[in-house]
Antibody, heavy 120, light 108 residues
Framework: QVQLVQSGAEVKKPGASVKVSCEAS????????MHWVRQAPGQGLEWMGW????????RYAQQFQGRVTLTRDTSISTAYMDLSTLTSDDTAVYFC?????????????WGQGTLVTVSS | EIVLTQSPDTLFLSPGERATLSCRAS???????FAWYQQKPGQAPRLLIY???SRATGIPDRFSGSGSGTDFILTINRLEPEDFAVYYC?????????FGQGTKVEIK
């Protein structure tokens, strides 16, 4: 069965960077786009960007351009989200989520989420 | 940039009633790339509807979606206790994603 397992909670100081990992299993990692979505406490969902694991191609939401970097290691079926210059506004749960099959089904499998807390 | 606006923010209903949730796009969108998600506290979102009206795997038929252009609707017939949650619409065309701000369905 498809599983996305994310790394554990992080506490960071303002100005620092954080890297969250997402290990995929149960499917061919290289074949499906991986997206990252975050959710601040009590707030809605915010899309950050995607990476295609096969090519390494990426696309980022405008509000994160220059601050987020998505990478992957296909040898271990793992995607990474790196967010720099953190502020308290970046305190959120970060989800990785796999694109669905074909182009009509959107994200159908989600990681469990990783809480990133930014605090001095 | 496409902006999705959901209404109402909160819907107070009783089990057994029908819920009608709305999502309006800031410009006409391709209905092929419109979806609805359900999220419960402490959980990741779950895909309910894709392509405006197709139910995802395992989703009961009391959930239905409709719409075109700029206006889309999620209908939940005969609310079950487990349906009280937050619902998000999503546009996923043009290699981008845009979520609505969410509608919370609460028990009256």
């Amino acid at each position: 069965q498809v599983q996305l397992v994310q790394s554990g909670a992080e506490v960071k100081k303002p100005g620092a960077s954080v890297k969250v990992s997402c290990e995929a299993s149960g499917y061919i990692f290289a074949d499906y786009y991986m997206h990252w979505v975050r959710q601040a406490p009590g707030q809605g969902l915010e899309w950050m960007g995607w990476i295609h694991p096969n090519s390494g191609d990426t696309r980022y939401a405008q509000q994160f351009q220059g601050r987020v970097t998505l990478t992957r290691d296909t040898s271990i079926s793992t995607a990474y989200m790196d967010l720099s210059t953190l502020t308290s506004d970046d305190t959120a749960v970060y989800f990785c989520t796999r694109d669905g099959p074909g182009d009509i089904i959107p994200e159908d499998y989600w990681g469990q989420g990783t809480l990133v807390t930014v605090s001095s | 940039e496409i902006v999705l606006t959901q209404s109402p923010d909160t819907l107070f209903l009783s089990p057994g009633e029908r819920a009608t949730l709305s999502c309006r796009a800031s410009q006409s969108i391709n209905s092929r790339y419109f979806a609805w998600y359900q999220q419960k506290p402490g959980q990741a979102p779950r895909l309910l509807i894709y392509g405006t009206s197709s139910r995802a795997t395992g989703i009961p038929d009391r959930f239905s979606g409709s719409g075109s252009g700029t206006d889309f609707i999620l209908t939940i017939n005969r609310l079950e206790p487990e349906d009280f949650a937050v619902y998000y619409c999503l546009y996923y065309g043009d290699s981008l994603r845009a979520f609505g701000q969410g509608t919370k369905v609460e028990i009256k």
